[in-house]
């Protein structure tokens, strides 16, 4: 519930949230003031690797100019992750679901690193 109208709800808390705090387990291979990276627990590639920002960002549609560095930021992890983990020669796909259609299932903005394997097309072709 609102106090007043003008109050913005705060945004709930995820999994990702105990992640960076290292409350529960993960697969964390980077992490730093900004973000943290870890494997995705469920990979849809031999590297599925997920950055987040530490600060809680439900969906893109949150994001804000003030995000500008943060996201930048993201992009820089994820490329020197995909050097680490070897897959900056053959490529790889960046990637971020926002809400329902998006396909998001934590809501917890998150850029997903995928490589190791021909990707194939970016969507599953409906027609
Ligand atoms: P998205 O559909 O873009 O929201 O992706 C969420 C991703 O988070 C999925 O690929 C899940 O497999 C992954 N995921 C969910 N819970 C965990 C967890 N505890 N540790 C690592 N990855 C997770």
Do not use: W
Not at 33 to 52: G, K, M, S, W, Y
Not at 95 to 124: F, S, T
């Amino acid at each position: 519930m609102l106090d007043s109208p003008d109050e913005t709800p705060m945004p709930t808390e995820t999994i990702f949230s105990k992640i960076i705090r290292r409350e529960i387990p993960a697969d964390i291979v980077y992490q730093d003031e900004q973000v943290t990276a870890f494997r995705d627990i469920n990979p849809q590639a031999p590297v599925h690797i997920l950055i987040v920002p530490n600060q809680l960002i439900p969906t893109a549609n949150d994001v804000t100019p003030d995000d500008e560095q943060l996201i930048g930021h993201m992009f820089v992890v994820a490329r020197t992750l995909a050097a680490q983990e070897g897959i900056a020669e053959n490529g790889y796909r960046l990637l971020v679901n926002c809400n329902r259609d998006g396909g998001q299932e934590v809501y917890h903005l998150h850029l997903h690193l995928l490589g190791g394997r021909r990707l194939g097309p970016m969507l599953v072709r409906q027609n």
